[in-house]
């Protein structure tokens, strides 16, 4: 069975600072990862996705992918209350049941 | 705008009494995907079609059926809906089967 597991949180930041998300999965041969925004009670958005190990940036937000340790994280700096949401990592199309981000003003 | 356009946004129905969702797309894409969320869990997949195919996961109940008329339309029919399947139902279009994908903006099902 492929596994999608993060940290749900919730995981409290000040605004200005940067948040970090975790996420880990169980198929070694995963090749497309990706990190969606979902606010309450709306459907989910594409924030960004990865392909390759190493880092990728789009503006304030920053995917990290480890291949050989399973592992993917998002980066947000400079937080900003707008960016309270649940973020849902998603390998290929095994979804984890997300992380709950609240930015403090 | 190109878009991904789910209808009704909000549906209830009696236990039992079959659901029709639908799901429309202006992007072209290949792939249609319907997905189950319920509060607090992840989008759970219950099958998708890449182009006329049809892959079906293999936990998704055989209460829950799709159609896909032509590229643009989808449907997910609910046979007997019991009081297990209100939540949100999600679809979503990709290029291809893997790649990003677009949300439509759900239809939450309450079953009386």
């Known amino acids: 069975q492929k596994e999608v597991e993060q940290n749900s949180g919730p995981l409290s930041v000040p605004e200005g600072a940067i948040a970090s998300l975790n996420c880990t999965y169980s198929?070694?041969?995963?090749?497309?990862f990706f990190w969606y925004r979902q606010y309450s009670g709306k459907s989910p958005e594409l924030i960004m996705f990865?392909?390759?190990?190493g880092d990728k940036e789009d503006g304030r937000f920053t995917a990290q992918l480890n291949k050989a340790s399973q592992y993917v994280s998002l980066l947000i700096r400079d937080s900003q209350p707008s960016d309270s949401a649940t973020y849902l990592c998603?390998?290929?199309?095994?979804f984890g049941k997300g992380t709950l981000l609240t930015v403090n003003p | 705008d190109a878009m991904v356009i789910q209808n009704p946004r909000y549906q209830v129905t009696q236990f039992g009494k079959p659901v029709t969702l639908s799901c429309s797309q202006t992007?072209?894409?290949?792939?249609m995907y319907w997905y189950q969320q319920k509060s607090s869990q992840a989008p759970k997949l219950l099958f998708h079609?890449?182009?006329?195919?049809?892959?079906n996961e293999a936990d998704t109940p055989d209460n829950f059926q799709s159609r896909r008329p032509n590229t643009s339309f989808c449907f997910l029919d609910i046979r007997s809906p019991g009081l297990g399947d209100a939540a949100m139902y999600l679809c979503?279009?990709?290029?291809?089967?893997?790649?990003?994908?677009?949300f439509g903006p759900g239809t939450r099902l309450t079953v009386l």
């Open positions: 979503a279009t990709s290029r291809a089967p893997g790649d990003e994908q677009f």
């Open positions: 198929d070694r041969g995963s090749q497309s």
């Open positions: 990865i392909y390759s190990n």
């Open positions: 998603a390998v290929k199309l095994t």
């Open positions: 992007l072209n894409h290949n792939v």
């Open positions: 079609y890449y182009d006329k195919d049809f892959n």
